[in-house]
């Protein structure tokens, strides 16, 4: 027995030894990751540790983190075998932020100030229950099994939905969450949160306080070739500038999400290294740099915070929604936006009608069009901070579909041309999840009045 039991605490040990020779110079990135994804899913999101863990942060080597949760404190704490402890807090209004070696949370920081109002209208217009509405055109019955079809059958877990979500006409017309998932509970977009900045740039394009065209866009360009950079290369990830989006490996974005403390400066000091507009690579640290530019525009950190939510977030609805932010105080635009279902919709809705949300011309009509413009050199599958179904990515979807897109599959796809708004979040992507068969059933299900 005695050495069966030191065999066992050898492997053991041997195992700890191969992990941490294998992992060690990932584990701030790792601890970074479990601690912080755990700090929003439980403080922001309501929900369980067990449910952060087993889900969320199921996945390798994210879970090799062992997470403590201080309910007092609003904290999450991560180690991997008692190494490289990362600290992620919980501030109301800004989400969870992770800290950085050596910078401790301030005690004095600015709140985004919201406007919860009641609105006396229907959904999406307003807080109350939708109309009952039934469409002749729309097959139910078919709708109902897409939606079915898009979650794992019992026993299994595999395609990872959480929630769908299909609007025709500005009615919901099928809902359906996984369980533990509500119309009232919250969901990570990643990268679906660019969209929304882009949202925010357009609305400062609408009051005439920014140009698509404009260059000089930061100071420390304006004595080398990055003062031509316009404002329409940084929307459309074509500006030419040094970046690594490589999730899987200690690389730009994940340094970036995990290390730094001003994520808005991560790209502002890369160098040039290919030819504006026309050199596409799709890079985080630029959509944080437009937040910079953004934050720019204000005379204090209070109207950026505020902005966002005042001329864009509330005023479509979207109470829900709450866009995290780095311990420097920036909107982490490229991947922290957090809202339910029938928030991220709303989104969408205001995509769907041009800009404008219920009589209210929010972003020029032009925006849109230009949002949803191929870009060079992307081969017809990228805009302005929107993806794009010009290029074909879905052969069975129409030509003019384009999409907030997020890591683990977060979806919002807008179809003007069949006047529908498609949500659907989840963990897992393609192949474990097949978007176009998934958009070609729900399309057939509503035929064209």
Known sequence: MKKI?????????????????????????????????????????????????????????????????????????????GLKKRTAVFREGLGAVLMIDGIKDSLKYEIPKRDFKFKNLPYPYGDNPQKDTIFSAVN????????????????????????????????IIAEKYAEGFDKNTPILGWSMTKSITSGVLGVLEKQGKISVNQTNLFSDWENDERSKITLNDLLHMNSGLAWD?????????TKMLFLERDMSKTQLYKPLV????????????????????????????????????SALIDKIGM???VIETDLAGNYVGSSYGWATPRDWAKFGLLYLHKG?????????????????????S?????????????????????KDLFSCNGYQGQRVFIIPSKELVIVRMGLTENSDFDFDSFLNEIITSVKKE
């Open 319 to 321: 109470h829900s929604m």
């Open 245 to 253: 989006e490589d999730y899987n490996n200690i690389s730009d974005v």
């Open 140 to 171: 139910y019955k078919s709708l109902d099994k897409s939606l079915n079809d898009a979650f794992d059958k019992s026993g299994e877990y595999i395609k990872k939905t959480r929630a769908v979500l299909v609007i025709y006409k500005d009615q």
């Open 5 to 81: 039991l030191k065999s066992i605490l050898l492997i053991g040990v041997l195992a700890i030894i191969y992990i941490t020779y294998t992992y060690y110079n990932k584990l701030d990135i790792i601890t970074g990751y479990a601690s912080k994804n755990e700090a929003s899913v439980i403080f922001l999101a309501h929900r369980t540790q067990a449910s952060a863990e087993s889900e969320d942060n199921n996945f390798s080597p994210i879970k090799l983190a062992k997470n403590t949760v201080n309910r007092e404190e609003k904290s999450v704490t991560a180690t991997v075998f």
């Open 356 to 376: 404008n949300w219920n009589g209210e011309q929010l972003l020029n009509e032009s925006w849109i069009d230009y949002t949803a413009t191929p870009t060079n």
């Open 378 to 398: 992307s081969n017809g599958e990228y805009g302005a901070h929107f993806w794009l179904n010009a290029g074909g990515v879905y052969p069975n979807a129409p």
């Open 274 to 309: 290919g030819e504006p507009n026309n050199s596409w690579n799709y890079s985080s640290g630029t959509t944080n740099l437009l937040s910079g530019f953004i934050r720019n525009q204000f005379k204090t950190h209070q109207e950026y915070l505020d902005f966002w939510y």
